[in-house]
């Protein structure tokens, strides 16, 4: 791992849901997760209401960087998450909500759910059991340990493991 201060984790786990759920109809909508592309990251600017410099997690190359969409609507970007495959896990450097998707107004629930239960998705493909890592705030420690199943690590670094890591995959991914 890079000497680089590692980015504190804030998303907040809204919701587990089936995919996403639309909050005011209630509907339940099937997403997809796709690479960032540099069209997609015309959209995800700070001047648009994102936290992050998604770009420059973009032009890192050892850093993977996805979106989250609805089935059949790709333009409109929910989510994203950057990962990081480590020796033996998923690192987790980054994970943002579309701004639409933050707060009591929110359109959508369960798209930060969706997004980590890709990271462990993807650690499952490479082999390291479901093993997935991240930095947290300290506030949000124990709402991660409630939310995902994670484990408080030491310092703010906190770990999802296989079970909890197969138990939010099962959610999100039918297949």
């Known amino acids: 791992m ?25 509907d339940s909508f099937q997403t997809e997760v796709s690479r960032i592309t540099s069209v997609d990251l015309k959209t995800v600017l700070k001047k648009n209401g994102w936290n992050f410099d998604w770009k420059s997690q973009f032009n890192d190359i050892q850093k ?14 929910q989510g994203a998450i950057s990962i990081t495959i480590e020796q033996d896990h998923v690192y987790m450097n980054l994970l943002e909500s579309s701004p ?3 707060g009591k107004n929110k359109l959508y629930e369960g798209v930060s759910g969706n997004l ?19 930095t947290a705030k300290t506030n949000l420690i124990k709402h991660y340990e409630e939310n ?20 939010l995959v099962k959610k999100y991914f039918k297949s």
């Open 2 to 26: 890079s000497n680089k201060k590692q980015i504190e984790q804030s998303f907040i786990i809204d919701k587990l849901t089936d995919s996403i759920l639309n909050t005011i109809s209630g």
């Open 64 to 77: 993977e960087v996805y979106k989250l969409t609805i089935v059949n609507n790709s333009n409109i970007v």
């Open 100 to 102: 639409f998707n933050v």
């Open 116 to 134: 980590v239960a890709f990271a462990c998705k993807v650690s499952f493909q490479k082999g390291f059991d479901g093993f997935v890592a991240f």
């Open 148 to 167: 995902l199943g994670a484990f408080h690590f030491k310092n703010q670094r906190m770990i999802i493991e296989t079970e909890a890591s197969k138990k």
